[in-house]
């Protein structure tokens, strides 16, 4: 059964850059019928899709984020992963990474990583 | 981008009851609707793709129903377990923007 791991720090200077990686376990990354997704929640809040991913490359991101949000893949070592620069508060989070089917529903997720921007 | 409301934000229900959510769209979005299950801690699971048909593993208690702006999820009898958050999530717009609901809370009466 396909698993996903977040792994990065937990703790990040304002202004600085976020960055995580997402490993697959037990499945291809390059598989053509999924994305790669990641979504975050904030502490007691709802959920924000940041972006996605396709094998080939191909990304989408959420329009609010877009200016400071890139993910990148790495087919031949099956992981991905998210970078999100000039980082403040707002940015605190669990970052969430997902498998997504073709362009629509989100499954299996990993764990989380709760990640705090704090100085 | 669709905006997704879910009513009401609180339920508060016994075990054995009968539970129904609502998730409403600002704009149809045909059937291109998930639900998902959230318990303290944990990452979302999935429940229900495409407005009505469970995932793998699901019990066949959680049903979804609608199209267009109103959908719902339907829990028949409800168990311990249940008391969760519940999210609906939509899939429709293009390009790619994925929302989701603000979530609907199962407390135990």
């Known amino acids: 059964q396909l698993q996903l791991q977040e792994a990065g720090p937990g703790l990040v200077k304002p202004s600085e850059t976020l960055s995580l990686t997402c490993t697959v376990s037990?499945?291809?990354?390059?598989?053509?019928?999924?994305?790669w997704a990641w979504i975050r929640q904030p502490p007691g809040k709802g959920l924000e899709w940041i972006g996605h991913?396709?094998?080939?490359?191909?990304?989408f991101y959420n329009p609010s984020l877009t200016s400071r949000v890139t993910i990148s893949i790495d087919t031949s070592h099956n992981f991905f992963s998210l970078n999100v620069t000039s980082v403040t508060a707002a940015d605190t989070a669990v970052y969430y990474c997902a498998r997504q089917y073709k362009s629509e529903y989100f499954d299996p997720w990993g764990q989380g990583i709760l990640v705090t921007v704090s100085s | 981008e669709t905006v997704l409301t879910q009513s009401p934000a609180t339920l508060s229900v016994s075990p054995g009851d009968r539970v129904t959510l609502s998730c409403r769209a600002s704009q149809s979005i045909n059937r291109n609707l998930a639900w998902y299950q959230q318990k303290p801690g944990q990452a979302p699971r999935l429940l229900i793709y495409?407005?009505?048909t469970r995932a793998t593993g699901i019990p066949a208690r959680f049903s979804g129903s609608g199209s267009g702006t109103e959908f719902t999820l339907t829990i028949s009898s409800l168990q311990s377990g249940d008391f969760a958050l519940y999210y609906c999530q939509q899939y429709n717009d293009w390009p790619p923007m994925y929302t989701f609901g603000q979530g609907t809370k199962l407390d135990i009466k």
């Open positions: 037990f499945g291809s990354i390059s598989s053509s019928s999924y994305y």
């Open positions: 991913i396709y094998y080939n490359g191909r990304t």
């Open positions: 495409g407005a009505s």
